[in-house]
């Protein structure tokens, strides 16, 4: 069966692939920071027919948390089919900031945990194989500037240009 990792299950875009992939009877490893919705995600996600269904409960910010749990995943999955790196905060209107924490929260979220995620799940995923690492980046945020979101947009800028790099690297190995 096809074992699929995401991180950031709980709404948007990583629950509807979430629901996708369990239609398609695959095995899902959930990365989420809401501890309270995982019992009922994991019902209806076996409900929908995957095969299991395993939750890992972490704040991406800590890279001591991400790292035990992402080594905790591949150890009990062996290999991922499928990466899909979907976790991220958004933010309101700039002028709206008053100190640099939430400035800082976002980057930590969305960039330094994703790739600290990559960075521990990576060996799970084969190399020479069907295997694909996916980097959500909801519509065109990265790529063309957005009124109200302007850190969100650097963040996810950020991840675009390593994806990018990443894949050069990745196709050399």
Excluded: W
Aim: glycine share 6%.
């Amino acid at each position: 069966g096809t074992n699929v990792f995401i991180s950031g299950p709980s709404s948007g875009l990583g629950a509807a692939l979430a629901r996708k992939f369990a239609r398609q009877g695959a095995s899902l490893c959930l990365m989420t920071r809401s501890k309270d919705s995982m019992l009922a995600m994991a019902n209806e996600y076996k409900r929908l027919g995957a095969t299991r269904v395993e939750f890992f409960s972490c704040d991406l910010r800590d890279e001591d948390e991400v790292q035990s749990h992402v080594m905790s995943a591949v150890e009990s999955f062996g290999k991922f089919d499928l990466l899909i790196l979907d976790a991220g905060r958004s933010m309101g209107c700039f002028e709206e900031i008053k100190d640099m924490r939430s400035i800082y929260y976002i980057l930590k979220v969305n960039v330094n945990g994703v790739i600290n995620t990559l960075v521990h799940a990576l060996p799970a995923v084969p190399k020479m194989s069907s295997s694909r690492i996916i980097f959500v980046s909801p519509s065109n945020d990265g790529v063309v500037p957005a009124q109200y979101r302007s850190i969100y947009s650097a963040s996810k800028h950020a991840l675009e240009e390593f994806a990018n790099s990443l894949r050069i690297e990745l196709a050399e190995a």
